[in-house]
Protein backbone atom coordinates (compact mmCIF):
# COMPACT_ATOMS: atom_id res chain seq x y z
CA UNK A 1 0.00 0.00 0.00
CA UNK A 2 1.23 3.52 -0.64
CA UNK A 3 1.52 6.49 1.12
CA UNK A 4 0.40 10.24 0.37
CA UNK A 5 2.05 13.52 1.51
CA UNK A 6 0.18 17.05 0.84
CA UNK A 7 2.33 20.16 0.44
CA UNK A 8 2.23 23.73 0.12
CA UNK A 9 -1.16 25.16 2.20
CA UNK A 10 -0.86 28.01 3.79
CA UNK A 11 -2.98 31.71 4.26
CA UNK A 12 -3.27 34.14 1.29
CA UNK A 13 -5.31 37.10 0.62
CA UNK A 14 -8.62 36.96 -1.39
CA UNK A 15 -7.03 37.12 -5.44
CA UNK A 16 -3.66 35.62 -4.00
CA UNK A 17 -2.70 32.15 -5.54
CA UNK A 18 -1.07 28.41 -3.75
CA UNK A 19 0.27 25.48 -5.83
CA UNK A 20 -0.17 22.28 -3.70
CA UNK A 21 1.75 19.32 -4.56
CA UNK A 22 0.95 15.55 -3.26
CA UNK A 23 3.67 13.15 -3.05
CA UNK A 24 3.26 9.45 -3.60
CA UNK A 25 5.24 7.08 -2.10
CA UNK A 26 5.17 3.06 -2.13
CA UNK A 27 3.16 0.81 -4.73
CA UNK A 28 0.98 2.86 -6.76
CA UNK A 29 1.13 0.87 -9.44
CA UNK A 30 -2.43 0.35 -9.50
CA UNK A 31 -3.50 3.86 -9.06
CA UNK A 32 -5.57 5.46 -12.14
CA UNK A 33 -6.85 8.42 -10.98
CA UNK A 34 -5.55 11.43 -8.95
CA UNK A 35 -7.82 13.72 -6.94
CA UNK A 36 -7.59 16.66 -4.84
CA UNK A 37 -10.58 17.21 -2.02
CA UNK A 38 -11.77 19.32 0.11
CA UNK A 39 -13.44 20.01 3.54
CA UNK A 40 -14.50 22.43 5.91
CA UNK A 41 -15.72 22.00 9.69
CA UNK A 42 -19.67 20.07 9.71
CA UNK A 43 -19.21 19.63 6.09
CA UNK A 44 -18.94 16.69 3.50
CA UNK A 45 -15.98 16.18 1.56
CA UNK A 46 -16.12 17.54 -1.80
CA UNK A 47 -14.38 16.89 -5.00
CA UNK A 48 -12.10 19.55 -6.25
CA UNK A 49 -10.24 18.45 -9.36
CA UNK A 50 -9.34 15.04 -10.66
CA UNK A 51 -6.76 13.78 -12.64
CA UNK A 52 -5.87 10.10 -14.55
CA UNK A 53 -2.48 9.30 -14.33
CA UNK A 54 -0.43 10.44 -17.14
CA UNK A 55 -2.87 13.24 -17.28
CA UNK A 56 -4.57 12.78 -20.21
CA UNK A 57 -8.19 13.67 -18.38
CA UNK A 58 -8.91 16.35 -15.90
CA UNK A 59 -12.34 17.13 -14.51
CA UNK A 60 -12.50 20.20 -11.85
CA UNK A 61 -15.79 21.19 -9.70
CA UNK A 62 -17.73 24.19 -11.46
CA UNK A 63 -16.94 26.73 -7.96
CA UNK A 64 -12.99 26.11 -9.16
CA UNK A 65 -13.41 25.74 -12.83
CA UNK A 66 -10.92 28.74 -14.65
CA UNK A 67 -8.87 28.90 -11.35
CA UNK A 68 -7.41 25.85 -10.10
CA UNK A 69 -5.59 23.53 -12.65
CA UNK A 70 -4.35 20.30 -12.01
CA UNK A 71 -1.43 18.45 -13.48
CA UNK A 72 1.24 15.85 -12.42
CA UNK A 73 4.96 15.38 -12.91
CA UNK A 74 4.82 11.95 -13.19
CA UNK A 75 2.66 9.56 -11.38
CA UNK A 76 4.29 10.16 -8.02
CA UNK A 77 4.06 14.18 -7.54
CA UNK A 78 0.16 15.95 -8.43
CA UNK A 79 -0.71 19.47 -8.08
CA UNK A 80 -2.88 21.84 -7.53
CA UNK A 81 -2.77 25.51 -8.99
CA UNK A 82 -4.86 27.28 -7.52
CA UNK A 83 -5.27 31.18 -8.65
CA UNK A 84 -7.94 33.94 -7.48
CA UNK A 85 -8.50 32.31 -4.14
CA UNK A 86 -11.52 33.67 -2.57
CA UNK A 87 -12.56 33.13 1.53
CA UNK A 88 -15.00 30.44 0.31
CA UNK A 89 -11.91 28.33 -0.62
CA UNK A 90 -10.38 27.77 3.00
CA UNK A 91 -10.76 24.47 4.11
CA UNK A 92 -8.17 21.44 4.67
CA UNK A 93 -7.44 20.13 1.18
CA UNK A 94 -6.60 16.43 0.70
CA UNK A 95 -4.88 14.25 -1.99
CA UNK A 96 -6.24 11.06 -2.69
CA UNK A 97 -5.82 7.72 -5.33
CA UNK A 98 -8.12 5.22 -7.10
CA UNK A 99 -7.62 2.81 -9.07
CA UNK A 100 -10.86 3.25 -10.92
CA UNK A 101 -10.03 5.47 -14.30
CA UNK A 102 -10.99 8.90 -13.78
CA UNK A 103 -14.22 10.30 -14.92
CA UNK A 104 -16.30 13.52 -14.05
CA UNK A 105 -18.59 11.35 -11.48
CA UNK A 106 -14.96 11.11 -9.18
CA UNK A 107 -15.85 14.42 -8.18
CA UNK A 108 -18.56 13.17 -6.44
CA UNK A 109 -16.94 9.77 -4.91
CA UNK A 110 -14.98 10.59 -2.56
CA UNK A 111 -15.42 7.44 -0.72
CA UNK A 112 -14.65 5.48 -3.91
CA UNK A 113 -10.77 6.74 -3.41
CA UNK A 114 -8.93 3.89 -1.18
CA UNK A 115 -5.28 5.95 -0.71
CA UNK A 116 -5.44 9.35 0.93
CA UNK A 117 -3.12 11.66 2.56
CA UNK A 118 -3.33 13.64 5.96
CA UNK A 119 -4.01 16.85 4.24
CA UNK A 120 -2.60 20.55 4.08
CA UNK A 121 -5.04 23.25 5.26
CA UNK A 122 -5.25 26.44 2.98
CA UNK A 123 -6.79 29.55 4.68
CA UNK A 124 -7.94 32.70 2.44
CA UNK A 125 -8.87 35.75 4.23
CA UNK A 126 -10.81 38.43 2.57
Known amino acids: QGQLVESGGGSVQAGGSLRLSCSAFGDISSKQCWGWFRQTPGKEREGVAVISTGGGSTYYADSVNGRFTVSQDNAATTHLQMNSLKPEDTAMYYC????????????????????WGQGTQVTVSS
Open 96 to 115: AADVVPCGLWSLGAHKHFDL
